[in-house]
T-cell receptor, first 114, second 113 residues
Framework: DQQVKQNSPSLSVQEGRISILNCDYT??????FLWYKKYPAEGPTFLIS?????DKNEDGRFTVFLNKSAKHLSLHIVPSQPGDSAVYFC?????????????FGKGTHLIIQP | KAGVTQTPRYLIKTRGQQVTLSCSPI?????VSWYQQTPGQGLQFLFE???????NKGNFPGRFSGRQFSNSRSEMNVSTLELGDSALYLC????????????FGPGTRLTVT
């Protein structure tokens, strides 16, 4: 059962506009969330994180919003740039169910159009 | 600071064989985690080592094992390879563990024929 879900496999956004990537989770015990970006042939790169005690965290062009009641988080990129084209993963550390670790969504491929 | 390095980058093995992959973390990082990435399942957590001890483990069969050395370098081993083990294996290091920013290596692409 996938506890972190990214329901959009891909997203196309025009350069300069806002990119919004969404992530839903099912486990209410999650208390920390991370976003990673991955280019082809490279490992994922940490982007931004948020603790469940906050509902927003901002770092430059990147902002993550957390809605605990909806079990939903989103990553906003403003303005979108060509170098933002990559696969974005949302992730959460978890413990329980016989497994402990970091669980990832399946990723959203963001394509920035010129 | 040098990044996370993984060797080899590419590997082709035959069903039934075993394989060992290596990971050197960033200097000063004591936590090393391993992940398997496949098109169907995405990124899945294998295990995490800290100070030579396996601290966390994902839902993978016992054919997947690992270890960490005193210098924090880590190896993972897969025995009796199956076709479904074909994947990108990623190693990540962090200062203290999975709740913190992890730095990933480029991965080892394993193909099982």
């Amino acid at each position: 059962d996938q506890q972190v879900k990214q329901n959009s496999p891909s997203l196309s956004v025009q350069e300069g506009r806002i990119s919004i990537l969404n992530c839903d989770y099912t486990n209410s015990m999650f208390d920390y969330f991370l976003w990673y970006k991955k280019y082809p042939a490279e490992g994922p790169t940490f982007l931004i994180s948020i603790s469940s005690i906050k509902d927003k965290n901002e770092d430059g062009r990147f902002t993550v919003f957390l809605n605990k009641s909806a079990k939903h988080l989103s990553l906003h990129i403003v303005p979108s740039q060509p170098g933002d084209s990559a696969v974005y993963f949302c992730a959460a550390p978890y413990s329980g169910g016989g497994a402990d670790g970091l669980t990832f969504g399946k990723g959203t491929h963001l394509i920035i159009q010129p | 600071k040098a990044g996370v390095t993984q060797t080899p980058r590419y590997l082709i093995k035959t069903r039934g064989q075993q394989v060992t992959l290596s990971c050197s973390p960033i200097s000063g990082h004591r936590s090393v985690s391993w992940y398997q990435q496949t098109p169907g399942q995405g990124l899945q957590f294998l295990f995490e080592y800290f100070s030579e001890t396996q601290r966390n483990k994902g839902n993978f069969p016992g054919r997947f094992s690992g270890r960490q050395f005193s210098n924090s370098r880590s190896e993972m081993n897969v025995s009796t390879l199956e076709l479904g083990d074909s994947a990108l294996y990623l190693c990540a290091s962090s200062v203290v563990g999975i709740y913190y920013e992890q730095y990933f290596g480029p991965g080892t692409r394993l193909t099982v024929t």
